[in-house]
C-alpha cells in the first residue's frame, strides 16, 4: 500500500484534547469531529487538510485522555498517514483499529518539513521525501494490519473475514 501526499507539520505532545477538543464530544458523527479537527492548535488544518494528507509530528502524538474521537476526526479530515517519533499508546492503538496509519520513525519527524512531498510504502517500508529526494526505512506493516487497513478498520476487517469463510 502506497501513500503518496505532502505533509501538515507538528511538534512534540500534541494531545487529544488539541486534536478534538472535549466540547465536540458528545457526536460521533464524521463529519461533525472533521470540521473542529485541530481548531484549537490550527485554525488553519481544515483548509491545509484539503490539499495535504499526511501529518508529521515530534514525540508522544495522541497523548491525554483514550477518546476515539481523536484518530477518528483526523481520518475524517482526509488525512491518510500520521508519522511520530512516537505514539501514546491508546492513540497507536485506536488508530490502527479504524483504519488510520500511524507509522513511528524519529527520523522522517525530525528531517521532514511541513509542505514536504512523502511518498510512503506501508508494506515495503520505506518513505520517500520527493521534495528533498531522501529515503527513510521503517519497519513495514505485518500483513494483517496491512488487511485491517485496507478494510477501513478492524470492525470492517472482521466481517470480511467472516464473510470469506
Given at each position: 500500500m502506497i501513500i503518496k501526499e505532502r505533509v501538515i507539520k507538528y511538534g512534540d505532545n500534541v494531545n487529544?484534547?488539541?486534536?478534538?477538543?472535549?466540547?465536540?464530544?458528545?457526536?460521533?458523527?464524521?463529519?461533525?469531529?472533521?470540521?473542529h479537527c485541530f481548531e484549537d492548535l490550527d485554525s488553519d488544518f481544515a483548509e491545509?487538510?484539503?490539499?495535504?494528507?499526511?501529518?508529521v509530528a515530534g514525540s508522544n502524538f495522541g497523548c491525554g485522555s483514550s477518546r476515539e474521537h481523536a484518530p477518528l476526526a483526523i481520518k475524517a479530515s482526509g488525512i491518510k498517514a500520521v508519522i511520530a517519533e512516537s505514539f501514546a499508546r491508546i492513540f497507536f492503538r485506536n488508530a490502527i483499529n479504524i483504519g488510520l496509519p500511524v507509522i513511528t520513525s524519529g527520523e522522517v519527524s525530525d528531517l521532514i518539513e511541513d509542505g514536504d512531498e512523502l511518498e510512503v510504502d506501508l508494506s515495503g517500508g520505506t518513505i520517500k521525501d520527493i521534495t528533498k529526494n531522501k529515503t527513510f526505512e521503517i519497519q513495514p506493516f505485518p500483513d494483517f494490519?496491512?488487511?485491517?487497513?485496507?478494510?477501513?478498520?478492524?470492525?470492517n476487517f472482521t466481517r470480511d473475514n467472516i464473510k470469506g469463510k
Amino acid at each position: 500500500m502506497i501513500i503518496k501526499e505532502r505533509v501538515i507539520k507538528y511538534g512534540d505532545n500534541v494531545n487529544t484534547d488539541v486534536i478534538i477538543p472535549a466540547r465536540y464530544l458528545n457526536t460521533t458523527d464524521e463529519n461533525e469531529l472533521a470540521l473542529h479537527c485541530f481548531e484549537d492548535l490550527d485554525s488553519d488544518f481544515a483548509e491545509k487538510a484539503k490539499e495535504r494528507k499526511i501529518i508529521v509530528a515530534g514525540s508522544n502524538f495522541g497523548c491525554g485522555s483514550s477518546r476515539e474521537h481523536a484518530p477518528l476526526a483526523i481520518k475524517a479530515s482526509g488525512i491518510k498517514a500520521v508519522i511520530a517519533e512516537s505514539f501514546a499508546r491508546i492513540f497507536f492503538r485506536n488508530a490502527i483499529n479504524i483504519g488510520l496509519p500511524v507509522i513511528t520513525s524519529g527520523e522522517v519527524s525530525d528531517l521532514i518539513e511541513d509542505g514536504d512531498e512523502l511518498e510512503v510504502d506501508l508494506s515495503g517500508g520505506t518513505i520517500k521525501d520527493i521534495t528533498k529526494n531522501k529515503t527513510f526505512e521503517i519497519q513495514p506493516f505485518p500483513d494483517f494490519i496491512q488487511g485491517i487497513i485496507k478494510s477501513g478498520g478492524y470492525v470492517n476487517f472482521t466481517r470480511d473475514n467472516i464473510k470469506g469463510k
